[in-house]
């Protein structure tokens, strides 16, 4: 296994009187996408707040890229490489595309500052994009909304990406075009994808977790899970192939 990138150890997370995260050990390697999965409610998506900073965890320790970020502050996280992708892919509606990435790009003061070679590549993933650059992103559909989420995320280099549910509610020919775009993606950023749709992410994952109750309870080869029926009934209760 490549070196972890980020790596959680001994995780719970409290949330008011709510015990969410009950000792969660999650390794992310460098590099590649992690696929973090799970019944609804199991603690995905909290897993993912409390490495951003959102919430803070109440034991254990996060590490990442050799430093303790357990209880540094969302920004200080963030600046030291990590970007999140919600669920509710949390976009500006009321401003275009450009204005989007541009609040996204940290080190650029006018948005006719931003890399046009970074742009050109992200256009090469959401090519729709470049297309509505000038139009309010609340205009757009669901899948181009997603694709303004991701494209934000991405617009400076990052170290770590944290996706939540990216083909939630998307039409399957948006799906199969985001599954080109995150094979593209994965060849140079590292990604922590929390997923529903597992067509999807056995077509994209490298190393897999399983989560149930707010802790892991299964983690290895995102391939060796897909082959084996048995153990995706016993972690899942279902079958990755007959739920696409």
Known sequence: MSEALLQLDGVHTHIGQYHILQGVDLVVPRGGITVLLGRNGAGKTTT???IMGLWHASRGTVRFDDGDITQSP????AC???AYVPETMGIFSDLTVRENLYLAARNVKKAGEMDEARLEWIFGFFGAL???WNQPAGTLSGG???????ARAIVEPRKLLLIDEPTKGL?????QG???AFRELKQTETILLVEQNFS???ALGDSVAVMDGGRIVHSGSMAALADDRDLQHRLLGLSLDTHQ
């Open 48 to 50: 993912l707040r409390t």
């Open 74 to 77: 969302t920004p200080d996280i």
């Open 80 to 82: 030291a490489g990590i």
């Open 130 to 132: 470049k297309k509505f």
């Open 144 to 150: 181009q909304k997603q694709m303004v989420a991701i």
């Open 171 to 175: 039409a399957p020919a948006i799906i």
């Open 178 to 180: 985001m599954i080109a």
């Open 200 to 202: 999807f992410v056995c």
